[in-house]
């Protein structure tokens, strides 16, 4: 040591300070010693540098722990009405949001349990749904979690991200230079960023080209328009200003408008108690709608003889002056009817309304536009504002695309939505055509259009992501995510962006940068609001005024209509289950009937009785349908009321790139749909042998019994208006007294709930039955236990036909657990599985149900549901955040049916109790059925407050109960048909 | 029949037991199934009866892990083969009781040779009959003793005891106990017969036990005729309470079809008729397997042809009624659905049914139909088959077309169902083989008490003549 430190000292100059001899010495004990902070043995951590790792650690720590709460401050939801603030665990949140389907928005309001969309409403504030909504919204919620659902970015099949594919864009995008091989198609949007990036897309790539197509669209309405006013407008019709009605094959009330508005305005106007005068329909169709069955006259015609119809009104009501053509004199019913309808419009001039359906040609639009102006009605029952999209020849760009992609013209074309080569026009052949570029398809499943693509893109559900629409009257509103993408999808607009070239690439972003350019200062406050109410106030567009060019009008349609050929027409329409192929796999849509066939889980091609037996065909036999060259083959289906000579088949079935819901289900018909006959067209069919099942849950049964040719009175029960009157005057029939063996129930006290359904309002448009799917956990059994009789819908239409087969008449009666006071079910069951309640509710305790099905039997509405198997087996994990969580799942073996939405009696109940001991409102409680219904058909409540509606309903003199005769006293009474049909038309 | 035994002409009046047995020869006779081997009929019948049983197994076992969907039961079918089969196996069910109780509180000494037997296919049927009300239910695994009031944990609460199906439990298990006990204290002299003729000690311990320590003494005797008369008088109401009660599972219904007052008289009577039906169809069997046309002869067939002939008068005669009532009523669903059951979609079940019950017994108006043996089997299983139809009628067409219809549907069976059914006729036939195997088919010693019938018995009672 000592020489170590004389060593040291020595080596050093100048004066030395030490502190310690160790010091002096330098050891490496000391220098260790140095660079220790803790003294030997006391704790500390291995690793060198521990403390600044740790405090990197610490401070990432906090940093992402934040990063979980990041989504919220970065792009702000806002509840409707029920802040998170106070968030109560296993209380549904309720956010505004909008949805569109083929150009036509809805604002809807989404119930979300524990951060889990499960229920989908309408959005009151929004004017296209009022609250209400339709089957296709209501089983959205389904779609979104879809396992089926395109999950993943791929390459050709191969995985891949979303960084590779925008690098590949990068890359892409600037070999292409003024963009002249780049096409975009998409389906259509209102959506206003959208149309500011289109825009900039177009700058950048001045020689692209965008194309919007959709299967389903009511583009010629907007050529029409253009042919009268000069310029594209929408037509926004008053339904509930209108005291004549007359629709051109036109399911307005059905799958022409996907909208509650209609509805809502039709049916006001369809409840004598109301005050108003009844209004009166005249329905000409070729396929029988519902619009049909809730027409008071209805005349069955070829689509393509509406052209014919509507020169022969216009010439009744004179709007030219001048002599117009005869196409077709029609039969002697028709000119019957067109002259009646005539005089029924000129009497209420400025009061009427005739509308005119999708299908038409833009000369029918014209011309209907013109007889609406004639009328005095333009302004008044129809007003004009401009579309919320650009109008275009969406045909003519399709045909376009295939020249250009044939002529070798197009080297990138991204698809952003929908599946066009499913739905294009028949013609090209699409397949090839798109192998001639590089694809980039963005679609929500693994369809057609995914598997022709090089780069497969998931597209998000509209509840899981930002964006914006407008409804058809242009009232904007923004499209809130109800949850995050559950698998990393993107929207349109996203991509868009992408191709833009922006910077913003997230919808958020993009969204909310475009409406703060628009509100300037008030962006903040007015983006809360509009995400708040689900609207934006005044973003309404300016009505038009509208003045047809009646030379024009009638120049063109005298020209352009032509007599209806001799021979058979095949129509395409729309399907109640799955529009034009997008709920191709939606179980809850497939196994919703059809409200006017019944049919579950196919399409058929549907035709009259005559036109049948012409063909030599009944049910399930196999058509072979050709025109053009092009043949397809489609089950035929007798529906009565359907016009002859007309064959009616629907789009979206036959998909072959599908989920496991929809592969192979039904026939496909697109294949005939060329672009010349893109609605409607002369076509030949033959029976080809085969036979292929098809399923309904109701056969054609008419209230008139087989063998006996009694009608069954006491099950719908219709009055015309004179009827109604006499008996509005005279009182209703009161029952005898019944005697009962068993005692009464004391229900003077308390709530007691009861329904009343109005069948004089219900268009059956089957909203209730997918919202009670969804509200219930109602299970799916596919198409061969429907066969066997075994659906599961608590709530079901019953369809009626009267009248002649050819020509019937059809109503409609929802028809769910009346719950009946003395019901047959309760005494019958061995383990009182099935009691009443002290309000009245025939409740089901599943947990002691043995499942003897006695109950079933015993029912006289046929109303209960037994669970012959495990239908809820081997549901996929994702499928199950469907669920209700207010609702048990029932297991196999048990019986079930509607106990009208207890959970949500209890719900409000409990939220009165919380909010002082408060009595439950009048309307405050909803059932699912009620809440969707666009035509406020369902009215439920207390009857034993005699300031309900429901009491008041009860009290009308049309009021009266299903099978009343058994003495079952019903909770749910219904409210006859009223129809009010012309004398002189009867 | 009390003159039978006064008529001194043999041709008329035949004896009761014919070939001039005596005592010997009939306890020899009845023993010698039990004791010998098995004939090969036996074992061909085995043959077939054993698997159809465990084909029932099989087809209970699907059902109970997949659900009632594996059968055709849908809505509105809600009830379907499996409540036709219950009905239809309880009705079968019914000769056993009749002929022990009722006939022998009358008197009728003929029942003698066929009583053992019809009670043993009463008990047999009455288990296959019991198969179906608890398979039927969805789950099986709580209706075994939720329908029974027992204190549980799960219900918290009574059964509910306004429900005919409850009403059906007890009818149901009591008239199987009942039969059962009326079955087993008669064969207590014949197990002690078997017993004391038993030669392995195997067979001497179980007859042995089964018999009770019988030894045939007076005192017993004594005991045993008034024991066997209180069952008899005990079963008697039975009879009629059972079906009654069953059909009540239709009657107190609001169903149209099942909601009539005629049920409980019009159930009983083709109760009875289709368990004569099945006795005469096992009957002429066994006669024919075992060779005992001595014991069971002509007389004892003919008279059940004589009351198949009766009661199938008795349900025509129903059906007529429910037909004029319908009318009657002037109620429109009651007049549907009968007319919809003759020419409705069903309209082949109807008419099958009307064919095997109505027009089927009439030939018995014809001695030489009821003293054909080929005619009456025959008959027997038109009649069987013929019943099987009137509950799948009252059962199916009613539900299918009801109130509303838009809810009319169809019920088909599937293959599960055909299974079923046909597994509880191997069930039935093994149990009854293995009980012609096993146990004496015909009472020895109430056979031995009607040996010398031509001789009068004035004080009624079954004369005995002890055990050996």
Request: hydrophobic share 45%.
């Amino acid at each position: 040591m000592n020489e170590l430190i004389q060593l040291n000292l020595s080596s050093l100059t100048g004066r030395k300070y030490w502190r310690s001899l160790n010091q002096l010495a330098d050891t490496p004990e000391f220098r260790q010693w140095v660079e220790r902070e803790f003294p030997e043995g006391a704790s500390e951590m291995l690793d060198s540098g521990s403390r600044r790792t740790l405090l990197k650690l610490m401070a990432a720590g906090f940093g992402l722990a934040g990063l979980t709460a990041c989504r919220r401050p970065a792009e702000k939801i806002l509840p409707l009405s029920k802040g998170v603030e106070g968030y109560v665990h296993g209380r549904p949140l309720h956010y505004a949001t909008a949805v569109e389907t083929c150009g036509i928005a809805s604002g809807l309001v989404i119930e979300c349990n524990d951060g889990r969309p499960t229920k989908v409403e309408g959005n009151p504030r929004h004017p296209f749904s009022l609250g209400a909504t339709n089957a296709f919204q209501q089983a959205m919620i389904l779609d979104l979690y879809d396992p089926d659902r395109a999950r993943q970015v791929q390459k050709q099949g191969v995985k891949s991200s979303w960084a590779e594919f925008e690098s590949w864009w990068m890359e892409q995008s600037a070999k292409l230079g003024d963009g002249a091989g780049l096409r975009i198609l998409s389906s259509r949007s209102t959506s206003p960023s959208l149309e500011a990036l289109k825009a900039e897309i177009a700058k950048k790539f001045p020689q692209s080209a965008w194309i919007e197509y959709e299967p389903v669209s009511f583009d010629r309405a907007l050529e029409g328009a253009r042919l009268a006013f000069g310029r594209p407008l929408v037509p926004h019709y008053r339904l509930e200003q209108a005291d004549v009605i007359v629709s051109l094959d036109c399911d307005f009330l059905g799958l022409d408008t996907l909208s509650a508005q209609p509805v809502k305005q039709f049916a006001a106007r369809r409840k004598p108690e109301d005050g108003k005068e009844l209004n009166r329909l005249y329905a000409i169709e070729a396929n029988f709608t519902i619009t049909g069955a809730m027409a008071d006259h209805r005349l069955r015609a070829r689509s393509s003889d509406a052209g014919a119809i509507a020169l022969a009104l216009a010439r009744e009501l004179n709007v030219s002056g001048a002599e117009l053509k005869v196409l077709s004199q029609g039969g002697d019913r028709q000119q019957k009817f067109v002259a009646v309808a005539a005089k029924d419009l000129m009497a209420h001039r400025g009061r009427s309304l005739v509308v005119a359906g999708p299908r038409q040609p833009a000369e029918v639009h014209a011309l209907v536009a013109l007889i609406n102006q004639a009328l005095g009605n333009t302004g008044q029952t129809v007003v004009y504002t401009r579309p919320a999209f650009a109008a275009a020849d969406t045909l003519g760009a399709v045909q376009k695309l295939a020249e250009d992609l044939a002529a070798g013209r197009v080297n990138t074309l991204f698809v952003l939505g929908g599946n066009p080569l499913f739905t294009l026009p028949a013609g090209p052949d699409w397949a090839a055509l798109f192998r001639k570029a590089t694809v980039a398809a963005l679609t929500f499943d693994e369809n057609e259009t995914w598997k022709a693509a090089a780069w497969q893109l998931p597209e998000a559900h509209p509840f899981e992501a930002w964006g914006d629409v407008r409804a058809l009257d242009g009232t904007a509103s923004i499209q809130q995510p109800q949850i995050q993408p559950l698998h990393g999808g993107r929207t349109a607009l996203e991509i868009a962006a992408l191709i833009a070239g922006r910077a913003e690439r997230r919808g958020h972003g993009i969204v909310r940068s475009y409406w703060a350019a628009q509100w300037g200062a008030q962006a903040e406050q007015k983006w809360k609001q509009a995400l708040y109410e689900g609207v934006i106030a005044g973003t309404q567009f300016p009505l038009e005024e509208a003045k047809a060019d009646a030379a024009r009008v009638l120049a063109a349609a005298q020209s352009a209509l032509k007599p209806a050929p001799a021979g058979i027409e095949t129509v395409f329409y729309p399907s109640w289950h799955t529009l034009d192929g997008r709920f191709a796999n939606n179980a809850w849509l497939h196994e919703t009937p059809d409200p006017m066939t019944k049919l579950v889980w196919d399409n058929a091609a549907l035709l009259s009785p005559a036109t049948a037996k012409r063909l030599g065909v009944k049910d399930g036999d196999v058509l072979e349908i050709s025109s053009g060259g092009r043949q397809i083959r489609c089950p035929a289906l007798v529906l009565p009321g359907h016009a002859d000579d007309s064959i009616s088949l629907q789009l979206g079935f036959g998909r072959s790139a599908c989920g496991r819901v929809g592969r192979g289900v039904g026939h496909r018909v697109e294949g005939l749909r060329a672009a010349a006959n893109f609605w409607f067209g002369p076509a030949e069919a033959r029976k080809t042998g085969a036979t292929y099942k098809l399923v309904t849950t109701q056969e054609h049964h008419t209230l008139i019994e087989p063998i006996t040719g009694l009608k069954r009175h006491n099950i719908v029960e219709e009055f015309s208006v004179e009827q109604y009157r006499h008996r509005a005057e005279h009182g209703r029939h009161e029952p005898h007294p019944a005697t009962d063996l068993f005692p009464e129930f004391d229900y003077s006290k308390g709530y007691q709930w009861g329904m009343a359904i109005d069948l004089s309002a219900c268009i059956g448009c089957n909203a209730c039955m997918v919202a009670c799917n969804a509200e219930n956990n109602i299970p799916v059994v596919g198409k061969e236990q429907v066969s066997k009789g075994r659906e599961m819908h608590w709530i079901r239409l019953d369809r009626y036909f009267s009248g002649e087969e050819e020509d019937p008449q059809a109503v409609v009666q929802p028809m769910a657990c009346v719950q009946c006071e003395k019901a047959p079910c309760e005494s019958v069951c061995p383990v009182a599985a099935t009691v009443h309640s002290p309000e009245g509710i025939n409740e089901m305790a599943y947990n002691r149900c043995v499942g003897t099905r006695y109950c079933l039997n015993n029912c006289p509405y046929k109303v209960r549901r037994f669970n012959f198997l495990n239908w809820n087996k081997d549901i996929p994990e994702i499928r199950k955040m469907v669920f209700n969580p207010d609702v048990t799942v029932r297991m196999r073996g048990v019986m079930e049916k509607c106990n009208y939405c207890v959970q949500r009696i209890e719900e409000k109940r409990s939220q009165a109790k919380a909010e002082g001991r408060r009595p439950i409102r009048d309307g405050e409680i909803v059932t699912a059925c009620q809440q969707a219904c666009p035509a406020d058909a369902i009215v439920f409540g207390n009857i034993n407050d005699p300031e309900s509606r429901v009491a008041k309903l009860k009290q009308q003199a049309r009021d009266y109960s299903v099978l009343e005769e058994l003495n079952t006293k019903p909770r749910t009474t219904y409210l006859a048909r009223v129809r009010n049909p012309n004398p002189e038309l009867v | 029949m009390a003159d039978l035994a006064i008529d001194p002409r043999m041709e008329l009046n035949p004896p009761l037991v014919q070939g001039g047995m005596t005592y010997s020869d009939v306890t020899d006779k009845i023993s010698s199934i039990v004791e010998g081997k098995a004939p090969k009929q036996w074992w061909i019948a085995m043959a077939v009866a054993v698997p159809l049983a465990l084909l029932l197994f099989a087809c209970l076992g699907y059902l109970v892990t997949t659900g009632i969907g594996v059968w055709g039961n849908n809505s509105p079918v809600g009830w379907g083969w499996d409540i036709t089969n219950f009905v239809w196996w309880i009705g079968i069910g019914h000769a056993g009781t009749l002929i022990s109780a009722i006939l022998f509180l009358f008197r009728q000494k003929w029942r003698t040779s066929i009583n053992r037997a019809a009670e043993a296919m009463t008990l047999f049927a009455v288990a296959c009959a019991a198969i179906y009300p608890l398979f039927h239910t969805g789950r099986p695994w709580r209706a075994a003793y939720w329908l029974f009031p027992l204190p549980n944990e799960l219900l918290h609460m009574w059964q509910n005891f306004r429900s005919p199906l409850m009403w059906d439990v007890f009818a149901v298990s009591t008239y199987g106990t009942v039969s059962a006990l009326f079955w087993y204290v008669g064969l207590i002299p014949d197990l002690a017969t078997l017993r004391d003729r038993s030669t392995t000690p195997i067979r001497k311990t179980i007859y042995g036990l089964l018999s009770l320590g019988w030894r045939g003494s007076a005192t017993q005797w004594r005991h045993y005729e008034l024991a066997y008369l209180l069952l008899a008088g005990l079963s008697t109401p039975l009879v009629l309470s059972v079906h009654s009660i069953v059909s009540f599972d239709f009657a107190t219904s609001l169903l149209p079809g099942w909601h009539t007052t005629i049920f409980p008289p019009y159930f009983v009577a083709g109760a009875v008729f289709s368990g004569f039906a099945m006795v005469v169809t096992l009957m002429t069997l066994a006669r024919w397997i075992y060779g005992l046309e001595n014991l069971i002869t002509m007389k004892h067939l003919e008279n059940m042809c004589k009351v198949m002939l009766a009661t199938g008068m008795i349900v025509g005669f129903a059906y007529g009624t429910e037909f004029f009532i319908a009318w009657y009523s002037a109620n429109q669903y009651e007049r549907f659905i009968f007319l919809n059951r003759a020419f409705g979609p069903y309209w082949w079940a109807y008419w099958s049914m009307i064919a095997c019950n109505v027009i089927a017994p009439q030939f018995f108006w014809f001695k030489k139909f009821r003293t054909s043996i080929p005619a009456m089997f025959i008959l027997s299983i038109f009649i069987n088959i013929g019943m099987w139809f009137e509950r799948f009628v009252i059962i199916a067409t009613s539900l299918h077309r009801d109130f509303l219809p838009s809810s009319w549907g169809y019920f088909s069976p599937t293959w599960v169902d055909i299974g079923t059914y046909l597994g509880t006729f191997g069930l039935f036939l093994t149990l009854f083989l293995l009980f012609l195997r096993f146990l004496p088919a015909i009472a020895i010693s109430e056979v031995k008490g009607v040996l010398h019938q031509q001789v009068s018995a004035p004080h009624g009672v079954p004369a005995h003549g002890g055990s050996h």
